[in-house]
């Protein structure tokens, strides 16, 4: 059986991805710290799926007053006893063992099976679902190289984050001219997924279309919950508790 929380009995185990925090978006970045002092804290533990940040450009950027104030938070809210893994998404891969040691939360790499409330489950930030842009995936192969992610951080900092910005820019104009259906998951690739892992349940973000979705794997029926992107208005958290899979009315 893969790693499992401990946990009280009753405790629940949450997921969330895609806040996409920055100081452009003080609404979101504030629902999080209420999401952390309020509810969260009754949990047996915390999956944050990947895109936590906007961007990271390495951690030494952990001096920024930002940074160090969502980094504050994430540590006071493990040090009450909830246990916090991090899954890196595509906006934030570059988070490493410094952002890990100063929040107290563990890093996990994709692709990631754990046991929730007993269930082996396959854990994915999701952008490895998006088969159909072949664009983006090549792109992905190329700046999740270990030599890549080694040069691109051996240069100075101010210079990481000007790469950063025009990477978005471009990106940001691309996706305005590609089909909404190749920047979703591709059902093929999902079913890969749920048959090389041998597991019955996915939970990924990404796309930021939260649902729940029924699969048909050879036979074996499948479950995919997608996490929701988080807002100015929404948030998205996934619950898994003794009441089985929600999502919290946020
Ligand atoms: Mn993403």
């Not at 895109?51 to 951690?59: E, I, M, N, Q, S």
């Not at 890990?100 to 930030?125: K, M, Q």
């Amino acid at each position: 059986m893969p790693p499992a929380e401990a946990g009280g009995a009753g405790a629940q185990t949450l997921f969330i991805s895609d806040l996409h925090l920055s100081p452009a978006a003080p609404a979101v970045t504030r629902r999080f710290g209420e999401f952390l002092a309020g509810p969260a804290r009754a949990a047996a533990a915390l999956y944050i799926l990947g895109d936590l940040f906007d961007y990271w450009a390495g951690d030494d950027d952990l001096d920024d007053p930002f940074n160090a104030r969502i980094a504050a938070a994430l540590a006071e809210f493990a040090a009450a006893g909830v246990a916090v893994h991090f899954l890196p998404g595509n906006r934030d891969f570059l988070v490493g063992p410094g952002f890990a040691a100063a929040t107290g939360l563990t890093l996990l790499a994709e692709p990631c099976v754990r046991a929730i409330a007993g269930t082996p489950v396959l854990l994915l930030h999701g952008d490895t679902l998006c088969t159909d842009d072949a664009d983006y995936q090549a792109f992905r192969a190329q700046v999740r190289a270990p030599a890549w992610r080694a040069a691109f951080l051996a240069r100075p900092l101010a210079e990481r984050k000007a790469l950063i910005a025009e990477l978005r820019a471009r990106s940001e104009s691309e996706k305005q001219v590609k089909p909404a259906a190749i920047m979703d998951a591709n059902a093929g690739a999902v079913a890969a997924a749920l048959r090389v892992h041998g597991v019955a349940t996915l939970i990924h973000g990404h796309t930021h279309r939260q649902g729940s979705h029924a699969h048909d794997v050879d036979g074996r029926a499948c479950r995919r919950w997608v996490l929701g992107d988080w807002g100015a208005d929404r948030a998205s958290v996934l619950a898994c508790g003794p009441d089985g899979w929600h999502f919290l009315a946020t």
